[in-house]
């Protein structure tokens, strides 16, 4: 009994901790959910981190809600996904309660402001530096380097949403499996 | 009658808020200052200020914001605004909840077929690249000032952004201790 009240109390902890620390939403938590979940506490593989993130970026919603419903699920059924979600929230929640009871242009606070300043160019660096060692996980060779140097340029030049990104490459991943690649023509019979 | 309200307003915000983060502000807006009036635009710039500076995805902070302003807007206790915090804040992740527990679900049937594995063997690649374009996203004057405008902080964030990136990358800091370093360099070397 103590044991899984254990495994409860440290995906809440680590989550909350993610949850405590992400700053800019989003994307600056994948450094964080990466260091966590993956290097530390080893409950996904850096494939299936990827993966997760595929499926995260398809779905509506909160980016790392959707990643703790998920490990949460993986770990202890429906209960771990609700225990772990509400730890992604708890931090934010009282955060932001906090400050809609207290105080309010706290932003303007010279403390706060110079706290940040720092803190901005960190976070994209944090971001920026798993595309390196997560090209390996991903298989990123020459014949399919251009699948994300074309979906950062879209993204980033021509302001397409990753939504649409993902969904291109999943139906244009199951037409070629479907239509070009050799090997499993003979499961649907067309020739 | 208003916690029903605030309930679907969150729920609809969760459900169509696709990519989370800054493509979840319009929705919002359109729904809780445009439609329902249950704050000024003015609060709604607070908002989003505020996200930027307090830790948690944007979705999660302006729906606990929003939750306490809309109920104490009416008229009621600072008591009752906390319930209203939290309707606004559990509305706003249901629907990737459910959702992602739908897709599990799927996923654990279909995961080893070889149309799925194919599927995520090109999307995994393409992740990569939409993690670059987010660091490149950021990479704006707002978060690391300019030559012109500021040389002394354009220098010490494209300084704090090489040490950010060395730091997490060769010398293998925890992100959330590297946050906490830079955000002290920061209270240093702007106050």
Redesign the interface.
Known sequence: MPLTMNAYWIGFKTFF?I?????????A????IE?EVVNRRKWLSK?DF??L???S?A????????FS??IG?KLKG?PG?ICL?LGT?L???L???A???CF????QW??????????????????????????R????KLT??W??????????LGGV???Y??LA??I???L???FV?PG?DDSHGSH | MIYLLLFFSFFKI??????????MISLIQGEVVSRYHWISTQEFT?IV?????????????SA??VG??AILNAGYS?TM??LG??TA?LA??L???L???L??KV?QRYMQS??TR??????????????????????TP???SSPDVNPW?FG???F??????AG??FFKI???R??L???????V???
């Open positions: 901790k949850g405590c620390f992400t700053i800019g939403g989003g994307y938590m994948i450094p964080l260091e494939e990827l993966d993130m595929a499926l970026q779905l509506p919603g909160v980016f790392a809600v959707n419903i998920y699920y429906l996904s979600a929230i931090p934010s929640f955060i932001i309660l400050i809609a009871l309010r242009n706290y932003s010279p403390a706060v402001e110079a706290i940040f300043k720092g803190i901005r160019p960190a976070v994209v660096a944090l971001i920026a530096q798993p595309c390196f060692h997560l090209a996980a991903a298989h990123i399919n380097v699948l994300p140097v074309f979906a950062a340029l879209l993204i980033w949403s990753p939504v990104i993902i490459v999943a244009g991943a199951f070629y499996g479907q690649k499993d | 969760g459900l169509f808020g696709f990519g989370g983060g800054y493509a607070d200020a505020i996200s930027q500076m307090t830790p948690g995805p944007i979705g999660i902070n606990t914001y306490y302003r600072p605004a906390i915090s939290a804040t706003v992740v629907p990737s909840f959702l992602m527990i897709v599990i996923l070889p149309v194919n599927i995520f063997e090109a999307l995994r690649p393409t992740i990569v690249g939409l993690i670059a374009a987010a660091a490149l996203l950021l990479m707002e978060n690391f902080q010490i964030s494209v704090l952004f090489a040490a950010a990136f997490t990358h925890n992100p959330i590297m946050i370093f830079c955000g002290f360099a920061g209270l070397l702007y106050l």
